[in-house]
T-cell receptor
Framework: AQSVTQLDSHVSVSEGTPVLLRCNYS??????LFWYVQHPNKGLQLLLK??????LVKGINGFEAEFKKSETSFHLTKPSAHMSDAAEYFC???????????FGTGTKLQVIP | DGGITQSPKYLFRKEGQNVTLSCEQN?????MYWYRQDPGQGLRLIYY???????QKGDIAEGYSVSREKKESFPLTVTSAQKNPTAFYLC??????????????FGSGTQLSVL
């Protein structure tokens, strides 16, 4: 069975401070893992993806995520939050291409000036 | 520019009415997908198609139907059997399964509401 758990539905940080969005997954296969971002009134945009290459994955806009198999985690981080980072973030796991895709319930990131 | 186009952006449905959401892509992708987004529930897969003239049910296919007569098009019909259709619907596409470039491209979505 495949599942994704985003541990926080809302995260609030001050501008310039680090961001941590947590994601745990379970999968019967070697999964591919993704983080997507959805800004208000805009479509989903791929931030980064893990597909069994390097465990530390760098994405766009300064985000990165580390795949930890022993902890079944794929947490998203950014060293310094920017106001434009305020959005909803989805952790996604897929098996066998996109034949089976599961989205997390999302984490809303609020950035305080 | 290549991409996925969903229309309309907003759609209203009356009781007992079927409505069709359009999804067109010019990315030459084999695979296309329909997701439903509800607050607090993430995205759930309704139907997907790996190739023309073939499609499979996702996790919440009841009350929906699709067709894939052309590679570029994957319309979703919300039938009167779908009792809770109010949601944000997202169409997506990818090159296909088993490829190294497993990027999922999304359209901008259709918000469906019941009158």
């Amino acid at each position: 069975a495949q599942s994704v758990t985003q541990l926080d539905s809302h995260v609030s940080v001050s501008e310039g401070t680090p961001v941590l969005l947590r994601c745990n997954y379970s999968s019967s296969y070697s999964p591919s893992l993704f983080w997507y971002v959805q800004h208000p009134n805009k479509g989903l945009q791929l931030l980064l993806k893990y597909t069994s290459a390097a465990t530390l994955v760098k994405g766009i806009n300064g985000f990165e995520a580390e795949f930890k198999k022993s902890e079944t985690s794929f947490h998203l981080t950014k060293p310094s939050a920017h106001m434009s980072d305020a959005a909803e973030y989805f952790c996604v796991v897929s098996e066998r291409g996109y034949q089976k895709v599961t989205f997390g319930t999302g984490t809303k990131l609020q950035v305080i000036p | 520019d290549g991409g996925i186009t969903q229309s309309p952006k907003y759609l209203f449905r009356k009781e007992g009415q079927n409505v069709t959401l359009s999804c067109e892509q010019n990315l030459n992708h084999d695979a296309m997908y329909w997701y439903r987004q509800d607050p607090g529930q993430g995205l759930r897969l309704i139907y997907y198609s790996q190739i023309v003239n073939d499609f499979q049910k996702g996790d919440i296919a009841e009350g929906y139907s699709v067709s894939r007569e052309k590679k570029e098009s994957f319309p979703l019909t919300v039938t009167s059997a779908q009792k809770n259709p109010t949601a944000f619907y997202l169409c997506a596409s990818s090159i296909g399964p088993g490829t190294t470039n497993e990027k999922l491209f999304f359209g901008s979505g259709t918000q469906l509401s019941v009158l």
